[in-house]
């Protein structure tokens, strides 16, 4: 029994919580959706009515984030429970063939209604004798006054939400998850549970998907309606660092800015970003200049730098876009500093947000629109022209790290790792020899206090205006909205 979870245990037993209905003759279901919450739900309601027989119900889509499943197997092993999973026939992508290759999107979510709702809806109608209530639990927390449930006229089906009558907030979810089966790895590049690609994701979520679930974003490219010159157009021709060297990808690394940098932080000045409107860098005229966007984790005494995390986050073609969608992983990041092993006070500390500006080679990216009557995930731009700009920016960013390295271990005396490292760097880098571009500048974005608050509350206000517009609802509401 871990501390925080006795602490709502106790005061379920202060206040008197039961079981609602008659356990006789009703029936009890809980949703699982694989997410913080619905995951939480289970673990609470299993400690709370050890003996009743609840369903534990997950509706699978077939195409959901391969961590999800993986949080559902450790759920069921740290619980002993067996949690029904209503797989749907044909999937997501049965289904968007059944549907002519229409996709859903912001404007028609087809999918939660087809492969989730109505799944539900028909396993509750299997499984409901006339005249039982089924009584269904939900994972609202008391602190999401934004969101209420569904009032519903069945009789026969009652919602209930144990966190709201228990004060279980943020917080309580999140230690009790970190003291049991751990944060599910999912929240490491994106804000909620579901499926692997979702019209609802940022872009910067997506290229998380293409990071750690390739197959899966592949899936999603290949069902997205392009015309051949589209396809032409945004296939990705770029040749990786690693497959010109021999270096491991965890080997090469991202160009640090001097204000990431620990040993240079204090004493650097902002970077100037070059003008680049005028006339290109290259000798060639058809050039382009993306923004991109990466993380690094640092801490003093962690190598030479004190860097020990780096990741790239976000491409964009303009640098207001790249600041906003940086802004929003940052706030991400603090909501859930658990998926790294930090607290919020740490992930403050730790985290370092850096932009660059990148000038590509010709013919490395195509940032026109799809073609008329194509069909996208995300509104003008499709998944593999996403790939072809993240594999784009990402070798010139691995070729500048390299060349980075290689400056820092100049002075560096024999025998030691850093004059091995530099050599070995200087024989991969020689092997070189296909087309890059360059790193224009690049600095630190830094975050106000105010503006990390004011980007919370924008947050909170922009899913507050989609749940009351009936364009989304989280994946842990959905699973009592079936009445």
Known sequence: MTPRLQKILDRAKEIGYSLPGNPDTDR????????????????????????????????????????????????????????????????MYGTIEQYGGFLPSIRARWCTRDLKILPYRKWV????????????????????????????????????????????????????????????????????????????????????????????????TRSEKLCEADLIRFDDYTVPVTEET?????????????????????SSSPACWIKTDKKSLFAEAQTQVLWVGAEFFVHPGVGDHGVWWQELVAVSTTRSGLVRQMKNHHQHRLNVPEVKGLNREQMLDELKLAIYQVELPPGAVDLGKPGAGAYTWQ?????????????????????????????????????????????????????????????????????????????????????????????????????????
């Open 28 to 91: 009890y279901a809980a949703g699982v959706s694989g997410g913080a919450d619905s995951t939480i739900l289970v673990i609470l309601l299993k400690h709370l009515f050890p003996e009743q027989k609840i369903d534990y119900i997950f509706t699978d889509t077939h195409a959901e984030a391969k961590a999800l499943y993986q949080n559902l197997d450790r759920l069921e092993e740290y619980l002993g429970i067996k949690i029904i999973r209503i797989v749907h026939a044909k999937g």
């Open 125 to 220: 109608k299997s499984v409901v004798t006339d005249g039982q209530v089924l009584h269904s639990f939900a994972g609202i927390r008391a602190d999401e006054e934004q969101r209420h449930g569904l009032v519903t006229s069945d009789s026969q089906l009652v919602s209930h939400f144990p966190f709201k009558d228990l004060g279980v907030d943020r917080n309580d979810v999140f230690t009790i998850l970190q003291e049991t089966i751990g944060i599910p790895g999912f929240y490491s590049g994106r804000t909620r549970s579901g499926c692997s690609v979702c019209p609802f994701m940022r872009k910067s979520e997506l290229l998380a998907t293409l990071r750690w679930e390739p197959d899966a974003f592949s899936l999603a």
């Open 246 to 266: 021999r270096l491991a990808s965890n080997h090469v690394t991202l160009p640090i800015p001097r204000r990431v940098d620990v040993r240079t932080a204090d």
């Open 379 to 483: 509104p003008g731009i499709a998944l593999s022209q996403m790939k072809q700009q993240h594999s784009a920016v990402l070798r010139t960013l691995h070729v500048d790290g390299m060349d980075q390295e290689i400056e820092d271990y100049a002075c560096a005396p024999e025998l030691t790792w850093a004059h091995e490292r530099r050599e070995s760097l200087l024989r991969e880098r020689k092997k070189i020899s296909e087309p890059f571009g360059r790193v224009l500048a690049m600095d630190l974005l830094e975050m106000s206090p105010k503006e990390t608050v004011e980007n919370a509350a924008h947050d909170l206000a922009a899913e507050v205006d989609k749940l009351f517009s009936g364009q989304h609802q989280s994946d842990d509401s959905q699973m009592h909205l079936f009445g």
